[in-house]
């Protein structure tokens, strides 16, 4: 076995920088930006049963900010109307998770929460049981999962109750 030492293998590439003293320090001790309750969108995103309804209702309560939940957005132009209404929770439709642009677009225009949740705590939200859950919703769940996972600024875990992800949605939004 070879036993290398010193350190003439280290990649020893110079790259110029502004301010060579300059520190930046991430992690909790890091200033959040405060997100504006008046001025900014938030959007929720997640499958049928999630409870994203629950949760926008609690959030716009406590953050005095109007709830806007579409039965359906099939274009960007449909999204971009929505987000006229600053200050609001918009309650994403799952079907408009299939649509590439209006994906694409909820991080530019706001901050997005997914309720993350699994297939049979799904079903028994909608009162289905295991087999009926992976026959009536498991297609969707297995197409749409990875565009909401691409989507997301933050994850939810959608198995807790809303009114207990309250905090988890304040917290990143440096409403705490």
Known sequence: MAVITGTDHFIQDKAEVKDADATVTFGKKTELETFSTKDSILFLIGF?????????????????MSVQAPEAISSLDELKELCKN??????????????????????????????????????????????????????????????????????LHGWKEPEDLVENVLEPLGLL
Do not use: C, W
């Open 48 to 64: 049928t049963g999630s409870k994203r309804h629950e949760l926008a209702d609690i959030l716009a309560s406590k953050l005095e």
């Open 86 to 155: 600053t200050g609001s929770i918009i309650v994403i439709p799952q079907s408009a998770m299939r649509h590439d642009d209006i994906r694409n677009a909820l991080r530019e225009y706001g901050k997005v929460f997914y309720l993350m949740t699994e297939l049979l705590h799904l079903a028994h939200n909608l009162g289905l049981d295991a087999e009926q859950g992976r026959e009536q919703i498991g297609s969707d769940f297995i197409e749409l999962e990875p565009h909401m996972l691409a989507s997301l600024h933050f994850i």
